[in-house]
């Protein structure tokens, strides 16, 4: 197996490592907001059900997480057992969204109350202040976080190869099952490298961006 | 008639009863400052009148309207949006919003109204109109003394200035009742003038204001009347003659001379 021959089945699935990561961040980071908001909500029970699942989600691995809703629909509803990737995202969805709102809920629990207040006294409705105030104070706050967490992803996505999802580290080692080449395995770091490097430099441009204001 | 007027107000948190029955009342144009050792609850009051706390008892009225009484429903939250309007706020610390230039800062508010006005009449807000917002907040800068530094962000303002932009939002919604709470506390002494001389030029223009401060000189020379609060009451109140210069409780008096001797 050629170089180029190897290259064009890695980026192949490297499309599916794309697809999960896009997929995951487009969910996810909407998802994450709704989280944080029912677990800083003033009714109670809400709240602890809240909490309650971003413990369960936080305290169980990923890769389980991707097996129990890969498998579980079709051992207790006979539902045929085709749809790999929707099931990876779906996990993967869930997992992030609840990463992602103890993010955002420490960052709007860090904005000074008195935002809040000058806000209030100028006659603002809550959603007002929120989204003309406290949004984009909230976002410069939480950019470092998140970017930990979405480059943490790219690399999570290669848990996607336990349910026979064929993404990048899977298709490695398909190649090493096949041709008995090691090296396209090791070789995959370098997409990796060059994804999470693009998007180091994505992040450093927009906290340049926000770094015009103080707090 | 009286601008506000303030009955029975009582207020606590948890166990503490920081507000035991405050009543006053405040006439159109006129200055009131609120003095008193930290904890007597002037913040407090402050906060009441302008929405921020709930009093659990008393009423509040502006120009004859009953604005609270905690007798009765507070009203939905546009009303309360609307009674606020009647107030003005400066804080303590600024509170400007960071991500906004001076000008910005003013103007939000005032196109946020605006445009809500407009869409209750089923339109849009006019360019005009939010011409006209700009060119209001222009002014008002330029009354606190601010027109260099309209496109400043509040980082790259002194504290002084920064108070000063607080100022013209606060203005920008053309309150009955200017209120503010210890306006130059965060100040670097030097700054504090400039912030007192911009209220002072408040009280030439007529604005009706209530300010809580601990600068005797500044309430001595600029304000009609004083409060003087001591453990959620009104200890004491008059012109500024009557209260400083022959205070008639002695808890006035031992405060006053607290303050002398600092």
Known sequence: MSFWEVNRQLLDGFGDTCLLFFATLVFSLPLGLVVCFGSMSRFAPLRWLTRTFVWIIRGTPLMLQVIIVFYVPGLAFGIPLDARMPAVIVAFV???AAYFSEIYRGGIQSIPKGQKEAGQVLGMT???????????????????????????LVKDTSLA???????????AQDIVAQWGLLWPLFYTGVFYLAFCGILTLLFGAAEKKLAYFGG | MAVLKVEGLEKSFGKTQVLRGIGFALEKGEVLSIIGSSGSGKTTLLRCLNFLETADRGRIEVNGETLFDAGQNAGSAADIRRKRLHFGLVFQSFNLFPQYTALENVTLAMDLHTKEAAKQEKRRASKAELQANRARAKELLARVGLENKMDHYPCQLSGGQQQRVAIARALALEPDILCFDEPTSALDPELTGEVLRVIRELKNASTTMIVVTHEMEFARNVSDRVIFMADGVIEEQGTPEEVFGAPKSAKTRAFLQAGQEM
């Open chain 1, 94 to 96: 869930i997992n992030y």
């Open chain 1, 126 to 152: 809550d959603s007002q202040i929120f989204f003309k105030v406290t949004l984009l104070q909230v976002v410069k706050r939480v950019l470092a976080p998140m970017s930990n967490e979405i480059i943490t």
């Open chain 1, 161 to 171: 190869r336990v349910i026979a999802v064929v993404e990048l580290t899977k298709s």
